[in-house]
């Protein structure tokens, strides 16, 4: 395999902010063919219910369905993958799954309320929601880890009923897919996929329950079918392509780098993989293990075309302008590969999860670390965060107002709404007025 090429920018140069910008562009465009077949998939399955949906599994996953119970797995189905796991896997899917329930635990939110001197009680009502809709890839993209890591927070939220859809080409199940699904908790599984398991949830068939919210990673139909139903349910996010940023001080073996920015690599062709470091010797040790390391991968042609394309070193005058660099790119994985993490953590202020020190790999928190692996990308870490329980808890404003105090914030509230002209506001509050 020939000499990989990837992107070298200094963050010194003139015109570090162009080049920086067109580095991370990605063209998300919405594809207007795809859009248009997939708002036919979702209203054919609002009108026809389970026969569209019957219909749409049989021709794109290639099944012969007949009745619509046959798109349930029932519940002994997960149990026995479960039940039937080798020793070592099973042992992995539980660790993983206690501590990221471990994790979730600390992340409820509470309801609270506080009185005021007049006996007026102001408060907030924490409600898990009712029912969520967990999507999951099939077929060759089977990642038992997205069934942990949004399962588990949304049972730990409290929510009522917990639905899992998953296509099954050809009938074919993966059994780790379907034992992480019985270990986190999961209530009711479908082996239904594409944008007619997003609209089954969203709307609900004879047979799939409509739910509240839908979470899960899918292709861009699935992506783009959640887009369309945002708003008769919640989503969890539109996630872009996977992201990795290690900055380093130039002291980490340059091996254990190299295959950090594989981790992310791997993913697919438009993942995004950057190394920030003040160092050129280490820049330069880290590039030739990327060259001798990708010979081993196999995965080799993906991670080539993503460190090709969208790949990229950036050496920095200091770790402080590393830092700058970092929250501009605001990305999904964050390595601080350095002596003192917790120093440059502290300014910090746009990542997803962040890795501290030369020991933690990135691919930890994928798995089993306890922290969320969904997480923003494309920059939107900038104003988002990683999945969590709270995504699964609903809040209410609690506003309970004494005699004395409805006459107080009922003067207050009469002046602003006659400032509106909202009469009606007005004299409602008035009539509390003594």
Not at 36 to 46: C, G, P, T, Y
Not at 61 to 88: C, G, M, S
Not at 315 to 337: F, G, M, T, W, Y
Not at 343 to 348: G, V, Y
Request: glycine share 6%.
């Amino acid at each position: 395999m020939p000499m990989l090429n990837i992107t070298k920018l200094d963050a010194s140069s003139a015109d570090f902010n162009r080049q920086l910008q067109q580095l991370l562009a990605f063209d998300e465009s919405d594809d207007l063919e795809i859009q248009q077949r997939v708002l036919a998939i979702i209203a054919d399955v609002r009108k026809n219910g389970d026969a569209a949906v019957i219909d749409y599994t049989n021709r794109f996953d290639h099944r012969d369905i007949t009745n619509a119970k046959e798109l349930e797995l029932p519940k002994a189905t997960l149990k026995a993958a479960w039940d039937n796991l080798p020793a070592e896997q099973a042992q992995a899917l539980q660790i993983a799954s206690e501590r990221i329930r471990a994790y979730a635990e600390h992340q409820k939110l509470q309801s609270w309320q506080y009185e005021e001197a007049d006996g007026t009680v102001l408060g907030q009502k924490i409600t898990p929601l009712d029912s969520v809709g967990l999507y999951v890839p099939g077929g060759k993209a089977a990642y038992p880890s997205s069934v942990l890591m949004n399962a588990i927070p949304a049972k730990v939220a409290g929510v009522g009923e917990l639905v899992m859809v998953v296509p099954t080409p050809y009938g074919e199940t993966n059994a780790l897919v379907l034992a992480a699904a019985y270990l986190a908790g999961v209530d009711r599984a479908f082996a239904i996929g594409g944008a007619q398991a997003v609209a089954a949830l969203a709307y609900g068939t004879e047979t799939i329950p409509a739910v509240a919210k839908i979470v899960g990673p899918g292709n861009i139909y699935v992506a783009t079918a959640k887009k369309l139903v945002f708003g008769q349910v919640g989503i969890d996010m539109i996630a872009g392509p996977s992201e990795i940023l290690v900055i380093c001080d130039g002291l980490t073996n340059p091996d254990w780098i190299a295959m950090d920015l594989f981790s992310q690599a791997e993913h697919d062709e438009n993942a995004q993989s950057i190394l920030i470091s003040h160092d050129d010797h280490f820049l330069d040790a880290v590039e030739q293990s990327i060259n001798k390391l990708l010979l081993e991968m196999e995965r080799a042609n993906i991670i080539k075309a993503s460190l090709t394309a969208r790949g990229a070193f950036i050496k920095v005058e200091h770790l402080d302008q590393a830092v700058d660099v970092a929250n501009r790119i605001a990305p999904e994985h964050l390595e601080l590969s350095v002596a003192d993490p917790e120093a440059l953590c502290r300014n910090i202020r746009h990542a997803g999860a962040i890795f501290m020190g030369r020991h933690t790999a990135e691919a930890l928190g994928d798995y089993c670390a306890g922290p969320n692996h969904v997480l923003p990308t494309s920059s939107t870490a900038r104003f988002s965060s990683p999945l969590g329980v709270y995504d699964f808890q609903k809040r209410s404003s609690l506003i309970n107002c004494s005699e004395a105090g409805a006459n107080r914030l009922g003067r207050t509230a009469s002046i602003l709404a006659r400032g509106e002209s909202l009469t009606a506001h007005a004299r409602s509050a008035e009539y509390r007025i003594k």
